[in-house]
């Protein structure tokens, strides 16, 4: 671990993780290309935890971001006790295939602990 949050592996993907003054950067390296493929911001806000993405892959047709985000959601809901986190930007489908729904002008998702 490099600090506060995990780097971390799954069965496709080494996620790097690196401290942000307001949270923490995941990079996405594919194993099996040895290419990056994307990222995952998370920002902790006023207790408020938000995620973006950013992706070669918008759509997430090889299922990257939802693999990573797997882990990801996991690790907020156990380590850090949130409750909730909300989804930024990105594509509506890969946010509703991940669990979360349109709140307002927002997605959100309850996690479980």
Avoid at 11 to 36: N, P, Q, Y
Avoid at 42 to 52: K, M, P, V
Avoid at 89 to 105: E, H
Wanted: with cysteine.
């Amino acid at each position: 671990m490099k600090g506060r949050h995990p780097d971390f592996t799954t069965s496709r993907l080494f996620v790097e993780a690196t401290d942000e003054e307001s949270g923490c950067k995941w990079t996405l390296h594919a194993l099996r290309e040895k290419t990056i493929v994307g990222t995952i911001t998370f920002t902790w806000n006023a207790s408020t935890g938000n995620l973006r993405y950013t992706t070669t892959d918008e759509d997430d047709q090889h299922g990257y971001i939802t693999e990573a985000l797997t882990s990801i959601l996991s690790y907020l809901a156990r380590t850090l006790l949130l409750t909730y986190v909300y989804g930024e930007a990105g594509s509506a489908a890969v946010w509703r295939r991940n669990g979360f729904q349109l709140q307002a002008n927002r997605y959100e998702r309850k996690l479980h602990h």
